[in-house]
């Protein structure tokens, strides 16, 4: 496993196969697709150089000179590695030689990033842009909360960045921070009614002293809007941090009368489409943000998730399996196209919702992902999972998020590999070619995306097609390498535009006495994350679709394919240690929320599904199976089984599950701590014992976005699910052996790691 983190350090790429089958056949008897987890931004290490420069491109398929690019010194020649084009070398590389090697040619930087001197003039760097959409159709304990938390972050905004308001009920106003010094000016719009960008430009005077131009769409500084016109709504923070807590002081709940018997009227719809809108006709191709803060779900107008009345259920997994969610369809449609709108103009959503109800996260997932947003979902705005993630979003130092914008991710490879398509937060630019496979998965049908919101975490899963189908007849030349090349050409959050070139070698193997170079080559945790992505996205897609039947069969034929065994012997079954553990993550998969949707809301699935759509693969690994870690007197922190016999009176029990960090207490520990013993001088050990554990959640916490839940429990008490519930049921209520002094046993009827693993070794055996 560490030499594929050490390729991730270098490069940001995980694969589930770095040894790669040489023909279609042999990729389709692989089970899991060839495929990479790439993470465009990601932080390089520090030895790595910024050029001042632009890269040089191959006037034939446009690929960078990168290290495996074939070059002569003598005529100043290099030969692309995709298409093997020979290019010249233009004047200034003319003192490039073996000894004089410019960066992106060292071995070592198969990575590199480029930032051109003045690409973009400090004066014409457009600034970034927080439009924040507030739902005021909540209780006033929720507002005030809300209240803090903006107020909180409003000094965290850099002074240069523009910030603009939209509040909403039942009617949608846009607050003209501009106009401030004189008094409070506010557009209403009706949230029933859809909305036009003309009715936009109409309504809130955008041509009243000049007049609007005759042909051409209306967008921005350079077609014919003026500067003045644009800081009505949109101004520095610096300029409007006294307006805007003017503003938030007096946020009120929306004063629409709601019936007893009614939910309250909230057009989240209305006011996302008119925030686009003006956006759209602002700031076009800016890294703007709209930043939507939902108490609840929409009701009126379009985009609403469920009727007014109360008698009305919002709807649930069942109602969607069964088609009986009479509003999600159309709400859907609706979030689609604004999507569109929003990748067309560059602009990112992100939703933070807030809620014990539904707020509709399922219907908004569309916007969400194809602008590369960001989500979170918490109970309540004064939960600590939002007003901590909130404040991450703006702070800088070591923790920041790296927020970029105006992405676009292109792909070359080697001529006999194609792109099906790409799992994550992007939008497909419809750049069609010989390198799109016929064959397509999520964003396919292209080699280019749109990633109008990334940070240092974003990653994309892409799915590739082996298109040669004969076995060739002599391996181990030089011609035994297939080449990936990723670029990503994005704004970095100092303004300027860079160029990030990740170029890939991976040696392909064929012929029958391949299967040991491909287990060499295989890594674990990527294929289990590969698994995740792919398994959330036909649950979405396909109907009738059965995810445990797809991922035990997937499990079955993989271990049948690359086991050690005895036909019809399972006792002579035996994994390769590169392959050891892909069982145990199956196994948890199948018990994850990503799968097991009963006892969520789709809301909830849409959002984990999101996160783990977006997390690099160490995140994605824990989402899935996540880690446990054991304090005890006798040793320090180890690490324990993700099983119920790792339950113990005497010890601490940490886990992190990615959305929850649960410190669970022995029932012993749980007996002194509230006796008060770590107050006493002479138990200082114990003190110490209650304390690591707190640290490391706190350290885990720090570092994490969105903010994980902190559930700090004890044996036998309620929250004790949150960790029971993650636990491999090695004891049960059923068992025949009682549990170990001060152990527990779990009340469920699902089956153990142990017979999951006795009945995959009966069914590969059978192949």
């Known amino acids: 496993m560490t030499e594929f983190l050490d390729l991730e350090t270098q490069d940001a790429v995980r694969m589930p196969w770095n040894v790669i089958p040489g023909t279609k056949q042999e990729a389709a008897q692989c089970v899991i697709p060839i495929s990479a987890i790439y993470t465009p931004i990601k932080p390089l290490p520090e030895s790595t150089p910024l050029l001042p420069y632009s890269p040089l491109r191959c006037r034939n398929c446009r690929s960078v000179l990168n290290p495996f690019s074939i070059v002569d010194f003598s005529t100043k020649i290099w030969i692309c590695s995709f298409c093997l084009h020979r290019n010249h070398f233009p004047q200034h590389y003319h003192s490039i030689s073996d000894d004089n090697l410019p960066a992106e040619l060292f071995p070592h930087y198969t990575t590199i990033e480029y930032e051109p001197r003045n690409e973009i003039p400090?004066?014409?760097?457009?600034?970034?842009?927080?439009?924040?959409?507030?739902?005021?159709?909540?209780?006033?304990?929720?507002?005030?909360?809300?209240?803090?938390?903006?107020?909180?972050?409003?000094?965290?905004?850099?002074?240069e960045?523009?910030?603009?308001?939209?509040?909403?009920?039942?009617?949608?106003?846009?607050?003209?921070?501009?106009?401030?010094?004189?008094?409070?000016?506010?557009y209403v719009f009706n949230g029933g009614k859809d909305i036009?960008?003309?009715?936009?430009?109409?309504?809130?005077?955008?041509?009243?002293?000049?007049?609007?131009?005759?042909?051409?769409?209306?967008?921005g500084v350079r077609d014919g809007l003026s500067q003045e016109s644009i800081n009505r709504f949109l101004l520095p923070a610096a300029d409007?941090?006294?307006?805007?807590?003017?503003?938030?002081?007096?946020?009120?709940?929306?004063?629409?009368?709601?019936?007893?018997?009614?939910?309250?009227?909230?057009?989240?719809?209305?006011?996302?489409?008119?925030?686009?809108?003006?956006?759209?006709?602002?700031?076009?191709?800016?890294?703007?943000?709209?930043?939507?803060?939902?108490?609840?779900?929409?009701?009126?107008?379009?985009?609403?998730?469920?009727?007014?009345?109360?008698?009305?259920?919002?709807?649930?997994h069942k109602d969607l399996d069964k088609d009986a969610a009479p509003f999600f369809h159309k709400a859907v449609k609706l979030y689609e196209g604004l999507a569109k709108q929003l990748v067309h103009q560059g602009h990112v959503l992100d939703v933070f919702a807030c809620a014990l109800d539904q707020v509709g996260v399922a219907e908004l997932k569309v916007a969400v992902e194809k602008t590369g947003g960001l989500v979170v979902l918490a109970e309540s705005f004064g939960h600590s999972v939002f007003k901590d993630s909130l404040l991450?979003?703006?702070?800088?130092?070591?923790?920041?998020?790296?927020?970029?914008?105006?992405?676009?991710?292109?792909?070359?490879?080697?001529?006999?590999?194609?792109?099906?398509?790409?799992?994550?937060?992007?939008?497909?630019?419809?750049?069609?070619?010989?390198?799109?496979?016929?064959?397509?998965?999520?964003?396919?049908?292209?080699?280019?995306?749109?990633?109008?919101?990334?940070?240092?975490?974003?990653?994309?899963?892409?799915?590739?097609?082996?298109?040669?189908?004969?076995?060739?007849?002599?391996?181990?030349?030089?011609?035994?390498?297939?080449?990936?090349?990723?670029?990503?050409?994005?704004?970095?959050?100092?303004?300027?535009?860079?160029?990030?070139?990740?170029?890939?070698?991976?040696?392909?193997?064929?012929?029958?006495?391949?299967?040991?170079?491909?287990?060499?080559?295989?890594?674990?945790?990527a294929a289990a994350v590969v698994m995740g992505r792919l398994v959330s996205f036909k649950m979405e897609t396909e109907a009738e679709f059965d995810p445990i039947r797809w991922l035990d069969k997937t499990l079955i034929h993989l271990c049948s394919r690359f086991g050690d065994y005895q036909k019809d012997s399972p006792s002579s079954f035996v994994l390769s240690p590169r392959l050891s553990i892909i069982p145990q993550f199956v196994f948890n998969l199948r018990r994850s929320q990503f799968v097991q949707v009963f006892n969520n809301s789709p809301d909830e699935t849409a959002y984990f599904r999101m996160v783990m759509n977006r997390e690099n693969v160490a995140n994605s690994v824990v989402m899935i199976q996540?880690?446990?870690?054991?304090?005890?007197?006798?040793?320090?922190?180890?690490?324990?089984?993700?099983?119920?016999?790792?339950i113990a009176a005497d010890r601490i029990l940490l886990l992190d599950s990615y959305f929850t960090v649960v410190v669970?207490?022995?029932?012993?520990?749980?007996?002194?701590?509230?006796?008060?013993?770590?107050?006493?001088?002479?138990?200082?050990?114990?003190?110490?014992?209650?304390?690591?554990?707190?640290?490391?959640?706190?350290?885990?916490?720090?570092?994490?976005?969105?903010?994980?839940?902190?559930?700090i429990c004890d044996q036998h008490g309620s929250q004790a699910r949150f960790l029971l519930a993650k636990l491999n049921p090695s004891a049960t209520y059923n068992s025949d052996a009682p549990p170990m002094p001060g152990g527990d046993v779990l009340f469920t009827d699902d089956v153990s790691f142990e017979i999951f693993l006795d009945h995959l070794q009966r069914l590969a055996v059978q192949q």
């Open 240 to 316: 409007c941090e006294f307006a805007l807590n003017l503003v938030l002081d007096e946020l009120q709940k929306d004063p629409w009368p709601v019936p007893a018997d009614q939910r309250a009227p909230r057009a989240t719809g209305t006011a996302l489409t008119i925030a686009a809108h003006l956006l759209g006709v602002c700031v076009p191709g800016s890294g703007a943000r709209i930043m939507a803060f939902l108490g609840g779900p929409a009701t009126e107008g379009p985009g609403s998730i469920v009727s007014k009345s109360l008698s009305e259920p919002i709807r649930s």
């Open 392 to 525: 991450r979003i703006f702070q800088s130092g070591e923790n920041d998020l790296g927020l970029s914008s105006n992405g676009i991710f292109e792909v070359n490879f080697s001529k006999d590999i194609k792109i099906q398509g790409v799992l994550g937060p992007c939008a497909s630019l419809e750049k069609k070619g010989p390198l799109c496979s016929d064959t397509t998965i999520g964003q396919g049908g292209t080699t280019a995306w749109k990633m109008c919101g990334l940070d240092k975490s974003t990653s994309l899963c892409l799915i590739f097609d082996i298109v040669k189908k004969e076995t060739p007849d002599v391996i181990g030349q030089a011609n035994d390498q297939f080449y990936f090349q990723f670029l990503t050409y994005y704004q970095h959050s100092n303004g300027q535009m860079r160029l990030r070139a990740t170029t890939l070698s991976r040696r392909w193997v064929t012929g029958p006495g391949n299967v040991q170079d491909l287990i060499a080559g295989f890594d674990q945790e």
């Open 161 to 186: 960045c523009f910030v603009g308001l939209i509040t909403f009920g039942r009617y949608v106003c846009v607050h003209e921070l501009g106009f401030f010094g004189r008094m409070n000016k506010v």
């Open 122 to 159: 400090t004066s014409q760097i457009t600034p970034r842009v927080f439009f924040f959409v507030v739902d005021t159709c909540m209780i006033e304990e929720e507002i005030g909360f809300l209240r803090s938390g903006l107020s909180r972050v409003i000094g965290e905004i850099g002074g």
């Open 626 to 646: 996540p880690s446990l870690i054991s304090y005890a007197f006798n040793s320090g922190a180890e690490p324990a089984l993700l099983d119920v016999a790792s």
């Open 196 to 219: 036009s960008k003309d009715q936009v430009l109409e309504q809130m005077g955008f041509f009243l002293k000049k007049p609007r131009p005759a042909t051409g769409v209306v967008a």
């Open 664 to 711: 669970f207490h022995g029932s012993t520990i749980a007996q002194w701590r509230k006796a008060g013993y770590q107050n006493e001088p002479e138990h200082k050990v114990f003190a110490q014992l209650l304390q690591a554990p707190l640290d490391d959640a706190e350290a885990i916490v720090k570092e994490r976005f969105p903010v994980p839940r902190l559930v």
